[in-house]
């Protein structure tokens, strides 16, 4: 089992910055992915970026450039440095785990999110 535990969340005016952190505790395996995703308001939830143990990231079209995703094995943390934010960035963010398994199953696990609002 994995638990997640995310903080870093708060209200920021646009054009601001945002770090998030992810603890993860439990055991985190070679090949396990971890992320952040968000959900906006009656919106579905969708990955923002993502990062394998060896450091290859993908990030969503609208945060590339702006975001940055960091992982420490050591720690089992990662972290996602938001700038230049913008309202539509707004929403509930969730960390990830992804886990790869030999029968070709994925598990998934999530942390209980932190909001992100961006306003002026």
């Known amino acids: 089992q994995v638990q997640l535990v995310e903080s870093g969340g708060g209200l920021v005016q646009p054009g601001g910055s945002l770090r998030l952190s992810c603890a993860a505790s439990g055991n985190i395996f070679r090949f396990d992915t971890m992320g952040w995703y968000r959900q906006a308001p009656g919106k579905q939830r969708d990955l923002v970026a993502t990062?394998?143990?060896?450091?290859?990231?993908v990030y969503a079209d609208s945060v590339k450039g702006r975001f940055t995703i960091s992982r420490d094995n050591a720690k089992n943390t990662i972290d996602l440095h938001m700038n230049s934010l913008k309202p539509e960035d707004t929403g509930v963010y969730y960390c990830n785990v992804r886990r790869p398994t030999d029968s070709g199953k994925e598990y998934f696990y999530w942390g209980q999110g932190t909001q992100v609002t961006v306003s002026s």
């Open positions: 990062i394998t143990r060896g450091g290859s990231t």
